[in-house]
């Protein structure tokens, strides 16, 4: 059972348009929830993360969009640029050490 | 300058043969974990350690074990590994809920 899922395996926008990737969880219990970001070589990094009291999260181009009631979220990438192509790693914890990862969407900006 | 490393980047090994990766941070970070990514799976949990000689099984431990001796340092060891095991492993250490991940080691198993 996928506990974090994102729905996305791929997604391709153009430059300049808004990347929207999604993620739904099935443990009401998670309450903390970062976008991990991974280059091809890389490991993944910390991009950008909201807490469950919140319904957004803006860190420049990228803004979370956060729905409790229906389990979901999503990470929006506005103006995207070639250099934001990568992988996109949703995860969410309920404040333990345990971070579950969901299988990632691969975004590919088209220029 | 916040890092974890990870040694070798690259292996090749045969079916039964041992194979120990190494991790190292600077942050003195009293967490680590050791982390296995295949196509379409994601990441998966193998062993987490919440400092020297205090580790725990994560998701997926069977056919391998962990070694901390040190708190800057973290080895994952695979005694006579299996094809299946073939994959990418990062190491990653966290301070709070952020986890600091390395560049990763790919490991294939003939």
């Known amino acids: 059972q996928q506990q974090v899922r994102q729905s996305s395996q791929s997604l391709t926008v153009w430059e300049g348009e808004t990347a929207i990737l999604n993620c739904s969880y099935e443990?009401?219990?998670?309450?903390?929830f970062p976008w991990y970001q991974q280059f091809p070589g890389e490991g993944p990094a910390l991009l950008i993360a909201?807490?469950?009291?919140?319904d957004k999260k803006e860190d420049g181009r990228f803004t979370i969009f956060f729905n409790k009631r229906e389990k979901n979220l999503s990470l929006h990438i506005k103006d995207s640029q070639p250099g934001d192509s990568a992988t996109y790693f949703c995860a969410a914890s309920n404040m333990g050490y345990k971070l579950t990862f969901g299988t990632g969407t691969s975004l590919l900006v088209d220029p | 300058d916040m890092k974890v490393t990870q040694m070798p980047r690259y292996l090749i090994k045969r079916m039964g043969e041992n194979v120990l990766l190494e991790c190292g941070q600077d942050?003195?970070?009293?967490?680590m974990y050791w982390y296995r990514q295949d196509p379409g799976l994601g990441l998966q949990l193998i062993y987490i350690s919440y400092d020297v000689d205090s580790n725990s099984e994560g998701d997926i431990p069977k056919g391998y074990r962990v070694s901390r001796k040190k708190r800057e340092h973290f080895s994952l060891i695979l005694d006579s590994a299996k094809t299946n095991q073939t994959s990418v492993y990062f190491c990653?250490?966290?301070?709070?809920?952020?986890?600091?991940f390395g560049p990763g080691t790919r490991l294939t198993v003939l």
């Open positions: 909201i807490r469950s009291v919140s």
């Open positions: 443990n009401s219990a998670f309450d903390y």
């Open positions: 990653a250490s966290s301070t709070g809920q952020s986890r600091y």
């Open positions: 942050m003195s970070h009293e967490t």
